[in-house]
């Protein structure tokens, strides 16, 4: 059976395939094959064959770049303010105090002292810093301590923070000189702490005294100024005034309280049209607008401000048009100013005022704040003493182009304790104080020019050499005196760089000097330049910081209402 059925099977299986053609059998080939290949290419090609890779966007390129640029800057800017906290935080090792050097001995530790105190070369001399405070004071703040804007350590600069990042050891005494004998060139002085050692009184010698006291305030022999005014000079002025301010408005808050009491209780005089007096009266409006009127809006619509000024306008040093501007903000704000107008007296509960027309009138008010003039203080009055022939001004000492006191060629003097042509602000204490320490490199280097000249010729007229060590010698003598006649101590310039002042509600205005004219310039963007100008003026990373912050918490949080 099985032979023959396989007969069978390929008879017909030869029978099909004679029923196709040639031509048909090689095109089922070529179908078959054409299929075979495609699905081996199938095998090999990848998923996404046949779809464009998409383009990046610019956009998002940029992003990725500015994100990364972000994150950089964010670590490079801590790190720097880490390490430059950090390096003012230990100070390095300094020279020791040396015997063969000259002893500077300054009085202060104001702008114009600060200023010299981190300008000056200590390896040219022993420094020596004599100051009933220890700490540098940035006064142009303190109207916002006064209000609670900025913490009073926000403006205090230690003086030993600078002393210990000089090349050579600066010596800090905090005590009260009381006398300077320019004879035997020797300061008194004397500790005026409450805790007091064996040792509190004792004397210092010097080969040049920096003389940067300051001035106190003037009060024009006006009865109740210096015993009942406020004023604004010193931090302890600034805590008296939040003080006071806050008990007038707390005592206009106690139950019981008259109509007639609260007015005079919430009715603030300021007294100068200066500066000073400007920025005061801004700041108490601010603290009005910005936190009593939340805290206590029974009280708040009551409060008085009203700024007293003897001349015919405040501002004497601006231009016209600031002048214009800061009346109209005041108008807006609802502040008085009272210009030629004077104070006669200042009592308890009021101020009597000379008006425009020569009447006087008794204003009952709570509070006084007394931005006045300057006068010197006790130890410069007995200094002026000692040389009545040419101390003759009694706005203060005279001295030099060279800053030199007049009478005593090793005293300087410089700040408001001196009488020149600049007006008494300290922008012109911290360039006098520049312009000295500039004046010590010079006279280091003269000094040592003329003890190089001395050896010099002494070796000159030694016998035994012979004829070309002399030419050597001589020509040597020759350079050293031409570098001696070249080093000239120029007198002193005073370069103003402007002026500033803040008139509340976040406007300012500023008097800035360009080209042969100036530019005037007010307003919110003003006072943006302000912060920031005083912001880069701060001696310290750790001022600028604690400034910024406080200015931030301010504006987040408010002012501290609680009192002490």
Not at 55 to 64: G, I, Q, V, W, Y
Not at 466 to 480: F, M, N, R
Request: contains cysteine.
């Amino acid at each position: 059976m099985q032979l023959a059925r396989g007969p069978a099977l390929l008879s017909r299986s030869l029978a099909t395939r004679s029923r196709f053609s040639a031509s048909t059998r090689k095109h089922i080939f070529n179908r078959s094959l054409s299929t075979t290949l495609s699905r081996k290419e199938e095998k090999h090609v990848p998923q996404d064959a046949g779809f464009s890779k998409p383009k990046r966007s610019k956009f998002r390129t940029f992003l990725r770049f500015l994100g990364g640029a972000t994150v950089i800057s964010l670590v490079g800017g801590v790190g720097a303010f880490i390490y430059v906290t950090q390096r003012e935080r230990h100070p390095g090792s300094q020279l020791a105090y040396d015997p063969e050097k000259k002893t500077v001995v300054v009085l202060g530790s104001g702008w114009g002292a600060t200023s010299l105190l981190k300008t000056i070369d200590t390896t040219e001399y022993n420094v020596v810093v004599i100051s009933p405070k220890n700490y540098f004071l940035f006064t142009p703040l303190l109207p916002s301590v006064a209000v609670g804007t900025l913490s009073p350590k926000s403006i205090m600069q230690p003086t030993r923070y600078l002393a210990r990042h000089k090349t050579r050891a600066v010596t800090v005494i905090e005590a009260e000189a009381t006398e300077v004998d320019p004879v035997n060139k020797v300061v008194t002085f004397e500790d005026d702490t409450e805790i007091k050692g064996n040792m509190s009184h004792t004397t210092i010698s010097y080969d040049y005294l920096v003389y940067a006291v300051g001035a106190e305030v003037q009060t024009f022999g006006i009865p109740g100024v210096q015993e009942k005014a406020c004023f604004m000079k010193e931090l302890n002025d600034a805590e008296v005034m939040q003080r006071r301010f806050k008990d007038c408005i707390e005592s206009a808050a106690f139950p019981g309280q008259d109509d007639t009491e609260i007015d005079r209780l919430l009715h603030i005089f300021v007294v100068g049209g200066g500066p000073t007096g400007i920025e005061v009266s801004g700041e108490i409006h601010d603290f009005l607008e910005d936190d009593l009127k939340a805290w206590y809006p029974e009280l708040a619509g009551r409060i008085r401000i009203s700024l007293v000024e003897a001349l015919p306008s405040v501002l004497p040093m601006f231009s016209k048009q600031l002048i214009d501007y800061t009346e109209s903000t005041f108008k807006e704000s609802k502040i008085d100013i009272l210009t030629k107008t004077m104070v006669k007296e200042v009592k308890d509960k009021s101020i009597t005022l000379q008006m425009p027309d020569k009447s006087i009138q008794d204003v009952p008010c709570g509070m006084v704040v007394w931005a006045g003039g300057n006068k010197g203080r006790k130890i410069t009055q007995d200094l002026m003493a000692k040389f009545p022939s040419v101390q003759t001004n009694r706005r203060g000492l005279i001295v030099d182009d060279h800053l030199r006191m007049a009478g005593a060629n090793d005293i300087f003097a410089i700040g408001d304790c001196t009488s020149t042509a600049y007006a008494p602000t300290a922008q012109v204490a911290s360039q006098q104080g520049a312009y000295l320490a500039r004046v010590f490199a010079q006279m280091a280097k003269k000094n040592k020019l003329e003890d190089k000249l001395t050896k010099l010729e002494q070796s000159g007229t030694t016998a035994g050499a012979d004829a070309v060590e002399q030419s050597s010698l001589k020509s040597e003598i020759e350079t050293t005196k031409k570098s001696l006649a070249n080093v000239k101590i120029r007198p002193f310039h005073y370069s103003h760089q402007g002026s500033l002042a803040y008139i509340g509600s976040d406007k300012a205005i500023a008097d800035l000097p360009f080209a042969n004219g100036n530019i005037a310039s007010a307003g919110v963007a003003t006072f943006l330049f302000w912060r920031s100008a005083y912001l880069s003026t701060l001696f310290s990373l750790r001022n600028r910081t604690l400034v910024a912050n406080d200015w931030l918490i301010t504006k987040i949080f408010g002012r501290d209402l609680s009192r002490d």
